[in-house]
T-cell receptor
Framework: ETGVTQSPTHLIKTRGQQVTLRCSSQSGHNTVSWYQQALGQGPQFIFQYYREEENGRGNFPPRFSGLQFPNYSSELNVNALELDDSALYLC???????????FGEGSRLTVL | AQKITQTQPGMFVQEKEAVTLDCTYDTSDQSYGLFWYKQPSSGEMIFLIYQGSYDEQNATEGRYSLNFQKARKSANLVISASQLGDSAMYFCAMREYVRGGATNKLIFGTGTLLAVQP
């Protein structure tokens, strides 16, 4: 148990819809990173939030956006869902912008 | 650009035997960090072991050791005395450095599925 919790664990959406995934970071951790893991692939970095500001982004379009709240929990929002957005979305928290990552169990999104 | 390559999609090992999972990396940075994670079917990425590029000794954590060969750019994971609970996906990853500074962006390989047989 890493202390990082994600919700929902599973969800199904249709193309064009919007989705919000949530992450509660480990106590005291001020940095949250989000990763997308397609089936049979390794995780890919989406972005990172440090003290409520985005401070790093991977090769994902602007329809992937996020928020970090004062309690350091975080949301990942994806607009205009596409079939290729079907994946496991992993959240990881850390004590700093360069610290060890602690991953949650992920939210599995299926887009039909 | 940094890249991680894992060439073994799947591996079998007998319980109580040792197994080596291969990982090669590509980077032009002098400073970098290499990780191994275990991902059971539940989805959570479990940290196993870390090796820094300037660490002179190979990292060890219990039954896990990292065979770090810098000149060959390889960072193989060795699991000794395999257990049934070791059956999972294993990912090698590298921490990205930007302008000499570490980030929390990890670059992952495609993983190796390990099956431990009784």
């Amino acid at each position: 148990e890493t202390g990082v919790t994600q919700s929902p664990t599973h969800l199904i959406k249709t193309r064009g819809q919007q989705v919000t995934l949530r992450c509660s970071s480990q106590s005291g951790h001020n940095t949250v990173s989000w990763y997308q893991q397609a089936l049979g692939q390794g995780p890919q970095f989406i972005f990172q939030y440090y003290r409520e500001e985005e401070n790093g982004r991977g090769n994902f379009p602007p329809r992937f956006s996020g928020l970090q709240f004062p309690n350091y929990s975080s949301e990942l929002n994806v607009n205009a869902l596409e079939l290729d957005d079907s994946a496991l979305y992993l959240c990881a928290s850390s004590l700093s912008a360069t610290g060890e990552l602690f991953f949650g169990e992920g939210s599995r999104l299926t887009v039909l | 650009a940094q890249k991680i390559t894992q060439t073994q999609p799947g591996m079998f090992v007998q319980e109580k035997e040792a197994v080596t999972l291969d990982c090669t990396y590509d980077t032009s940075d002098q400073s970098y960090g290499l990780f191994w994670y275990k991902q059971p079917s539940s989805g959570e990425m479990i940290f196993l072991i870390y090796q820094g590029s300037y660490d002179e000794q190979n990292a060890t954590e219990g039954r896990y050791s990292l065979n770090f060969q810098k000149a060959r750019k390889s960072a193989n994971l060795v699991i000794s005395a395999s257990q049934l609970g070791d059956s999972a996906m294993y990912f090698c990853a590298m921490r990205e450095y930007v302008r000499g500074g570490a980030t929390n962006k990890l670059i992952f390989g495609t993983g190796t599925l390990l099956a431990v047989q009784p």
